[in-house]
């Protein structure tokens, strides 16, 4: 008997289709139970749609209350499900679960790198390298091309100074259609029929097919490569995309492979149309950073972000994150990026971690609240990319396996990299008094609170002597367990 293939809303690609008959689920309800932000849940339902219309016959499109009465009864299958739950539920309803695919490495192949390895040595840099010299990218022999396997210190440059953009031409977006209009419609009647959801409607940005997801893979490599590694840290106020590729977005729907990405930009670099230092950065996170992440998932285990609380941080998630509004937020950093999350969906991943969860980290948030707010924020947010993103990397919850140290700064880094300083009533260089940066004071609270938990790491030694070298210790901290203005 021929298998029906359930395909998952992460599997939209020609990659998961093997030509069989198909069935695709539509639960709504979920967006009832977690929180969503209203154009991750258009640009959800707006995917299925459309795939659902591009393969016609083939399929059978359900929508249900919940996916284990949708799913078919008889022979089933589904291509490696991207969560625990949706792995359980596979196994509940008898379907054989295929390899998983839309990645580099195969979790048999990972298996293999990490066999002997304790979790101190599962730094993402050995990873890469690993990745690099098995498939041969990026290497002269045996040598990584230019000489260093990261070229990541060649792209940290600040923004132009006195520029409001870095002058790219606006990026690609798609153009909805009556399938958008249709969706936007059923979220407008779960709105009022109760349902809340993050942030505020809006056009829809990103990718819902694989023609869209090409389109913005040319877009990106021919007006944004060469722009984005030396400009990959900075942050303008007027230019929300800056020299990014939003494709994180298509990859975690399944419309793009990764290894396409990573040929594109290979071709853009052998052309000459971009620096290396930007093609191995795009590389870097696609078979460095986004293979790793998704195998340490499965490696780290289904409890690891309620085990981890290495900082011991409990407080909840404040009111201005979860209404994704800057409105009363004083420091600009922070009241563009909510105010820009709010809106889009989006933000590009420094100011993820370095405003965001630099802030959080510094506030104490709990690192499980947050991880939870990161995956239903941001339009590619998933089950499986936020825990070692947010609990290991950006909180630092789990002591160091993710993160070899806390990204946690002050001020000065985000004057360095952005122009949000300049008309902030809070001033980077001062650390007490009314206009004290919170992200300066902040810093050194942070560091007191933590001081002996950090005091092992050879990282954090450097930092912590400052610390004991501050003549207004007491005070800035005295000043930050009070602190109401932010």
């Known amino acids: 008997m021929t298998r029906t293939r359930w395909l998952l809303a992460d599997q939209l690609g020609p990659h998961f289709d093997d030509g069989g008959p198909i069935v695709l689920v539509e639960v709504v309800e979920l967006f009832r139970r977690r929180p969503t932000h209203r154009q991750k849940a258009h640009l959800i339902l707006s995917a299925l749609r459309h795939r659902a219309a591009e393969l016609g016959d083939r399929v059978e499109y359900r929508r249900?209350?919940?996916?284990?009465?949708?799913?078919?009864?008889?022979?089933?299958?589904?291509?490696?499900?991207?969560?625990?739950?949706?792995?359980?539920?596979?196994?509940r309803v008898g379907?054989?679960?295929?390899?998983?695919?839309?990645?580099?490495?195969?979790?048999?192949?990972?298996?293999?790198?990490?066999?002997?390895?304790?979790?101190?040595?599962?730094?993402?840099?050995?990873?890469y390298r690993w990745q690099r010299e098995r498939l041969g990218i990026l290497m002269d022999g045996a040598q990584p091309e230019g000489g260093r396997w990261s070229l990541d210190a060649d792209n940290r440059q600040p923004p132009p100074r006195g520029a409001s953009g870095l002058g790219l031409p606006d990026p690609w977006m798609p153009v909805e259609d009556e399938i958008d209009a249709e969706v936007r419609r059923d979220l407008?009647?779960?709105?009022?029929?109760?349902?809340?959801?993050?942030?505020?409607?809006?056009?829809?940005?990103?990718a819902a097919t694989r023609r869209e997801a090409l389109h913005q893979l040319r877009d990106f490599v021919d007006t944004r490569l060469a722009d984005f590694g030396p400009y990959e840290d900075a942050s303008l106020a007027g230019d929300d995309w800056m020299a990014h590729s939003r494709l994180s977005v298509a990859l975690n729907r399944g419309l793009l492979h990764p290894m396409e990405v990573v040929e594109r930009v290979l071709a853009a670099s052998h052309d000459g149309a971009a620096p290396l230092a930007s093609v191995e950065g795009v590389v870097r996170q696609l078979i460095g950073w986004r293979d790793w992440v998704w195998h340490l998932y499965w490696h780290l285990g289904e409890d690891y972000v309620a085990r981890s609380n290495h900082l011991d941080a409990r407080r909840r998630v404040s009111d201005p994150f979860w209404a994704l509004d800057g409105a009363g937020v004083e420091a600009a950093c922070l009241h563009h990026v909510l105010d820009q999350v709010g809106r889009e969906g989006w933000t590009h991943h420094i100011q993820r971690l370095m405003i965001l969860g630099n802030f959080a980290l510094q506030q104490r948030y709990s690192p499980r609240e947050l991880t939870e707010w990161f995956a239903g924020a941001f339009v590619d947010g998933t089950p499986w990319v936020m825990p070692a993103n947010v609990t290991g990397m950006s909180q630092y919850a789990d002591g160091g396996i993710v993160a070899t140290k806390p990204y946690v700064a002050g001020g000065a880094y985000i004057d360095r990299m952005s122009d949000f300083c300049a008309g902030c009533p809070f001033d980077p260089k001062k650390r007490l008094g009314d206009d004290a940066c919170p992200f300066t004071a902040g810093y050194w609270a942070f560091l007191d609170r933590n001081e002996r938990r950090l005091a092992g790491n050879h990282r954090m030694a450097q930092p912590l002597a400052g610390l004991r070298r501050l003549a207004d210790r007491e005070q800035v901290v005295e000043q930050e367990a009070h602190r109401t203005r932010w």
């Open 188 to 206: 407008d009647a779960l709105e009022a029929d109760g349902v809340r959801f993050l942030g505020r409607d809006g056009p829809r940005r990103f």
């Open 64 to 91: 249900a209350v919940t996916f284990a009465e949708a799913l078919p009864d008889g022979e089933l299958e589904v291509i490696g499900p991207t969560s625990w739950a949706a792995r359980r539920l596979a196994h």
């Open 95 to 127: 379907a054989e679960i295929l390899p998983s695919r839309g990645f580099v490495a195969s979790e048999e192949e990972f298996a293999g790198w990490v066999a002997g390895r304790d979790t101190r040595s599962l730094v993402m840099d050995r990873f």
